[in-house]
């Protein structure tokens, strides 16, 4: 009999830590659209649409359309 309550115990004790585990808070992924535009107005317009729902990004000025590289 004591054997039986020892192995309840343990057996209790083992699913006890694995739900304790699994309560651990899971990161959030940011849902939307990463967009990136190559001059202001665009930018702007883009912007005022999307809020803050997506990710808008704008090229500098410096660098031209045609080395940008999507990551």
């Given at each position: 009999m004591k054997r039986i309550?020892?192995?309840l115990i343990f057996v209790l004790g083992i699913i006890t830590l694995i739900?304790?585990?699994a309560?651990?808070?899971q990161s959030q992924q940011k849902n939307g659209l990463s967009v990136v535009t190559s001059?202001?107005?665009v930018y702007s317009i883009t912007?005022?649409?999307s809020?803050?729902?997506n990710d808008i990004k704008m090229i500098r000025?410096?660098?031209g359309i045609h080395g940008?590289?999507?990551s």
């Open positions: 309550r020892k192995s739900c304790l585990c309560c651990t808070k001059f202001y107005p912007k005022a649409v809020g803050d729902l000025s410096q660098s940008f590289e999507p």
